[in-house]
């Protein structure tokens, strides 16, 4: 998994079955938002 910030905006490349890339455009509100759902779901 990879996050890059580009200009305002956060790329975040998570690697798929089949040795392909999905690739999410996020602000950090969204980032924030996602970060706050993965710790919820790993506790």
Same mark, same amino acid.
């Given at each position: 998994? !990879?996050? &890059?910030?580009? %200009? $305002?905006? *956060?790329?975040? $490349? /998570?690697?798929?079955? #089949? #040795? #392909? =890339? *999905?690739?999410? !455009? *996020?602000? @950090?509100?969204? @980032? @924030?938002?996602l =970060?706050?759902?993965? /710790? %919820? @779901? &790993? !506790?």
């Open positions: 998994m !990879e996050v &890059t910030k580009e %200009g $305002r905006s *956060l790329i975040m $490349r /998570v690697p798929i079955d #089949g #040795g #392909g =890339r *999905l690739v999410v !455009e *996020l602000n @950090a509100d969204e @980032a @924030a938002e =970060r706050d759902c993965l /710790v %919820g @779901a &790993t !506790e």
